[in-house]
């Protein structure tokens, strides 16, 4: 991702980054979906993917308390995108193993969202 000399802090969060690329992961990986596919499950994959990161961004110019729920759907989010990558298996666009790639990266958002909601629950309960 190209650094610009206008930075937001939220923009430091390894989280962040790793949400960023995760959607560019689907996008591409959606464009092997069949054509009709383009406004149903690649377009849902899509939006749930860059959900991901775009909640991070939306809610940690907040409160502690609005970037814990943000963070909160951003982790459903990419729970979602469990969904979709498997619905994806299913109807054989992507593969087993492309699946079980996704599912890694998921795992990995998942418990990086948990864990920072987790450290700002702590600053929220002080």
């Known amino acids: 991702m190209r650094k610009s000399k206008y930075h937001f802090k939220f923009e430091d969060l390894t989280v962040y980054t790793k949400a960023m690329e995760y959607g560019e992961v689907v996008n591409r990986m959606v464009k092997k979906f069949p054509k009709d596919e383009r406004f149903e499950l690649s377009s849902q994959f899509k939006r749930a993917a860059d959900s991901i990161a775009l909640n991070i961004a939306e809610g940690s110019s907040g409160t502690d308390k609005q970037f814990y729920n943000y963070l909160g759907n951003a982790w459903h989010s990419a729970h979602e995108c469990v969904s979709c990558s498997s619905k994806a298996q299913m109807r054989n666009y992507i593969s087993s193993d492309e699946d079980e790639d996704n599912r890694r990266l998921i795992t990995e958002l998942s418990k990086m969202i948990t864990s920072l909601r987790v450290t700002i ?6």
Do not use: D, E, F, W
């Open 121 to 126: 629950s702590k600053r929220i309960n002080k």
